[in-house]
Every structure is written in structure tokens, then in C-alpha cells.
């Protein structure tokens, strides 16, 4: 499975999970408890600045292993997870799956 296709994926499976819930108790990580946490302490903070990286991480390495070079690779990780976060937190403030939808459909255009 390419990266487009694996990130397709976990975001339409947020998306699913969000709908069957209907949204509640539905609380992904995401920016604005990175934002909340990090001001309450460095160590939360630190442990938020770990989970955006181990994503990136994730999405670079898959990248590199389709030949593509390290700092397009670093930069679309980037994007994609500003994309996928900025997703959710319209999906969750306005209780619609559509941004994460919309979200999912963007990745090919952005990862090929």
C-alpha cells in the first residue's frame, strides 16, 4: 500500500469512528490538546512535540521508501499532518466528518 493510500485510510477511519460515535466521547489527539497541555507543563509539551514527530516520522519513511527525497519527504510529512490536524478540529467544533472527507480526498494531490 502507497502512503496516499495509507493515510486515506487512517483519516477515513477517523472519520468513521467520529460517525459511529456520533461524536461523542470521540477525543483524538490533536492540536488544541497539544496547545492546552503544553501550557501546563514542558514534560506535556514534550510528550505532544513526540506524538506530531512520530507521525511525521511515519509519513517520511514511508515517502523515502517510495524514492522520494529527504526534505520533500519531511516537508509533505508536515503538511499532512497540519492538514489532518486542522481536519479534525473543524470535524469536531462543527460535528461533521465532511473536513475529514475533504481532508482524505486532498492526500494523493498532495503525497504524489
Request: with cysteine; charged share 20%.
Amino acid at each position: 500500500m502507497g502512503t496516499a493510500a495509507m493515510v486515506q485510510d487512517f483519516i477515513l477511519e477517523v472519520a468513521r469512528k467520529a460517525e459511529e460515535t456520533s461524536f461523542e466521547g470521540f477525543f483524538p489527539f490533536s492540536f488544541w490538546v497539544a496547545v492546552e497541555t503544553s501550557c501546563v507543563s514542558d514534560e506535556l509539551r514534550s510528550a505532544c512535540q513526540s506524538v506530531f514527530r512520530d507521525w511525521q516520522d511515519v509519513i517520511m519513511k514511508s515517502l523515502l521508501e517510495e524514492s522520494v527525497d529527504d526534505t520533500t519527504a519531511a516537508n509533505k510529512a508536515s503538511v499532512v499532518v497540519s492538514l489532518y490536524e486542522g481536519a479534525l478540529l473543524q470535524a469536531l467544533t462543527h460535528k461533521s466528518t465532511q473536513p475529514l472527507l475533504a481532508a482524505a480526498q486532498s492526500i494523493p494531490a498532495i503525497l504524489g
